[in-house]
């Protein structure tokens, strides 16, 4: 499901290289990907999107080969495959989370399908967001905006879940009840977890520590 090898990439021609570990990361898998401010954690989540292209090596993820795809294809594939769950909350502050929720079907389909929104109620119920459905983002706690976050980004049945610092900024508590989210609604993906957060650890014995490899 995921699978890294080899992987180098460089900024422009006078950016150091950074070599990335190999890692691979079965369908259904959790695993954590862990690193101090650095160690290329914003890069390598950029390069597992398809944001970024490595300039070696083999990335494939969700069944996509990185390299060879086609900017067009990987807009279509990261619609279909992928769910992101962003350290911080990217919302259109005039629509409702409801509204915001549906739009990326809006957009790529011209309709939500009933299925989306029987699935979007049942969601944001059983994150304890369904009396905030109808709420504009800046209304919203950080708390509650973050779930709204993980209902956007699961909202299709992603095949692969990466989740951007997910508990950066919240105590021994928060963090626990965020994860506990994250397996419980990711259950049916692979979940791969960008973070520095020591604490995840001995959740995810499947840890991959990154490095400062740069040349």
Known sequence: MVQVQGVQFQYGEEGPRMAFPDFSCQ???RML???QSG??????LHLLCGMLKAQSGTLHVAGQDLRAASDRELDTWRGQALGVVFQRA????????????ALPHQLTQGRVPSEVLERMGSMLDRLGMAHRAEAR??????????????ARALLHKPQVVFADEPTSA????????????????????????????????????????LNPTRS
């Open 90 to 101: 990217h919302f259109v502050q005039s629509l409702t989370i409801q509204e915001n929720l």
């Open 137 to 150: 983002p800046h209304e919203l706690s950080v708390g509650e905006q973050q779930r709204a976050s993980i």
């Open 27 to 29: 369908p259904g898998e």
């Open 33 to 35: 990907l862990l690193g």
């Open 170 to 209: 919240l105590d021994d508590h928060n963090a626990a009840a965020v994860m506990d989210i994250l397996d419980r609604e990711a259950a049916e993906a692979t979940l791969v977890v960008v973070t520095h957060d020591q604490r995840l650890k001995d959740r995810y014995p499947h840890c991959v520590t």
């Open 39 to 44: 160690t290329g954690k914003t890069t390598l």
